[in-house]
T-cell receptor, first 119, second 111 residues
């Protein structure tokens, strides 16, 4: 499968500050990546689809001005949480859809996640 | 229509036993059904996946059973081990689109 890295793995910030989370594809070109948010003991909720060289597509209810996504290269997508508040504290995970030889459709491979805590 | 309903919410299985997790869907456009395993503080890892033209797929101790007419699919973990203790998510998607996830099942395998 594909290898996806995220940085940082954990971040603690003060309310009102901005935090940038990086998601890198190490062995496949990433024209598309997905960003998910997961609250404790809950399922993954899709936030947005990141598209290389164009604007991200946000899911209903996700504030595009608060969660800025940049996908400037085929290996890197970034999510910036602007003016963070305690309610933004969550586990943020990116994923990469890859068409591997064993499936006709894209399999999704997830990064290790970033734990954001806003004080 | 976009939901994937997963049960049970939690499951306790004796070591060596069979763990069974079920999922049901409504959207007939779904045609890709993966299962993910997630350990605390880690990202989900793809375990096994199936497409609707196959009724069963086995990889090692993990088997997916798929019932297209009932719109249900399940994960069976044979010879469950304490190391299998994790949260399992079923998911589905119509073609090459983002996955819709079930709510997850917390599996505890006890010795």
């Amino acid at each position: 499968g594909a290898v996806v890295s995220q940085h940082p793995s954990r971040v603690i910030c003060k309310s009102g500050t901005s935090v940038k989370i990086e998601c890198r594809s190490l062995d496949f070109q990433a024209t598309t990546m997905f960003w998910y948010r997961q609250f404790p003991k809950k399922s993954l909720m899709l936030m947005a689809t990141s598209n290389e060289g164009s604007k991200a597509t946000y899911e209903q209810g996700v504030e595009k001005d608060k969660f800025l996504i940049n996908h400037a290269s085929l290996t890197l997508s970034t999510l910036t949480v602007t003016s963070a508040h305690p309610e933004d504290s969550s586990f943020y995970i990116c994923s990469l859809p890859v068409r591997t030889s064993r499936e006709l459709y894209n399999e999704q491979f997830f990064g290790p996640g970033t734990r954001l805590t806003v004080l | 229509q976009q939901q994937v309903k997963q049960s049970p919410q939690s499951l306790i299985v004796q070591k060596g036993g069979i763990s069974i997790i079920n999922c049901a869907y409504e959207n007939t456009a779904f045609d890709y059904f993966p299962w993910y395993q997630q350990f605390p503080g880690k990202g989900p890892a793809l375990l096994i996946a199936i497409r609707p033209d196959v009724s069963e797929k086995k990889e090692g101790r993990f088997t997916i059973s798929f019932n297209k007419s009932a719109k249900q699919f399940s994960l069976h973990i044979m010879d469950s081990q304490p190391g299998d203790s994790a949260t399992y998510f079923c998911a589905a998607s119509p073609g090459n689109t983002p996955l819709v996830f079930g709510k997850g099942t917390r599996l505890s395998v006890i010795a």
